[in-house]
């Protein structure tokens, strides 16, 4: 259904829906959920996380423009939430070629009811993904390892390698040294990082000797602030027969830096 209305009308007709619904506006195209339910992710409801998710839908065509993705792409989107960023992806293919995964079944049944045209599935946090290997030819993760510990990071980095395709790309956001000493020199959230990741000097110390520095916010399953350097990606990913090949970022006030990953086809 957004797929067809975007063939006839473009984007910016499905943007206007979009933000239409956000308000809460008559749509025949979206359907936003309660507010209680947006807010689980982001803290954030109505327009102003309707504009969030265009914003990085903007970031991630633009890298979309300077890769390769096959048309009529299967995507994934892995921590989709309540599939406000997922709902955008059929501007790049039909309805029902895009799938969302998430642990909160909350989410996902309200993904399911809201926008029903594509397909959402609960997972459990480490667990194996219910898609035959190499099944999608792009998969993004947005806002998920700036949160997951090592251990959950590179059990979901090994699963989502496992359903990429061999040509396909799997984008992710992450959160780096320059991001860390943001949160440390702003004052209202000093205290906050400081009760998760320690001291400044701690969490440098340690980002500096083990590339991953992460503290438990006990919010999900191995859950809280995550922050890696390049090396520790490129590290794992040469040990389960992927490659890291450009790192985006937007410029946005509060953007992640995005990691574009593709298969090692040489192994």
């Not at 423009?65 to 989709?80: A, E, F, M, V």
């Not at 997972?123 to 251990?151: C, Q, R, T, Y």
């Amino acid at each position: 259904m957004i797929y067809e209305f975007f063939k006839q009308n473009g984007f910016e007709s499905v943007k206007e829906e979009y933000l239409t619904a956000s308000r809460l506006g008559n749509s025949n195209v979206f359907e936003f959920p309660s507010s209680d339910i947006q807010m689980i992710t982001n803290s954030m409801k109505g327009e102003a996380t309707a504009l969030s998710a265009l914003e990085i839908y903007s970031a991630l065509t633009k890298m979309l423009r300077q890769q390769q993705l096959k048309s009529d792409p299967k995507i994934l989107d892995y921590g989709c939430g309540w599939g406000r960023i997922t709902r955008l992806f059929p501007t790049l293919t039909s309805d029902e070629n895009v799938y969302g995964v998430d642990v909160d079944s909350r989410l996902i049944s309200s993904a399911n009811e809201c926008a029903s045209t594509m397909e959402f599935k609960e997972i459990e946090s480490m667990g194996e993904l219910p898609f035959d290997s190499g099944g999608f030819d792009l998969i993004f993760a947005n806002s998920v390892f700036s949160h997951l510990s090592e251990k959950s990071a590179m059990s979901t980095l090994t699963e989502l390698v496992r359903v990429l395709s061999l040509e396909g790309m799997l984008i992710v956001s992450v959160l780096e040294l320059k991001e860390m000493e943001k949160f440390y020199s702003n004052q209202k959230q000093r205290e906050w990082i400081e009760k998760i990741l320690g001291t400044q000097e701690e969490a440098t110390k340690m980002l500096t000797e083990k590339n991953f520095v992460w503290g438990d916010t006990k919010r999900w399953d191995n859950y809280g602030i995550a922050i890696m350097n390049d090396s520790w990606l490129k590290d794992h990913l040469s040990t389960i027969g992927a490659k890291l090949i450009d790192t985006y970022r937007s410029g946005a006030a509060g953007s992640q830096n995005y990691k574009i990953i593709v298969k090692n086809n040489l192994n």
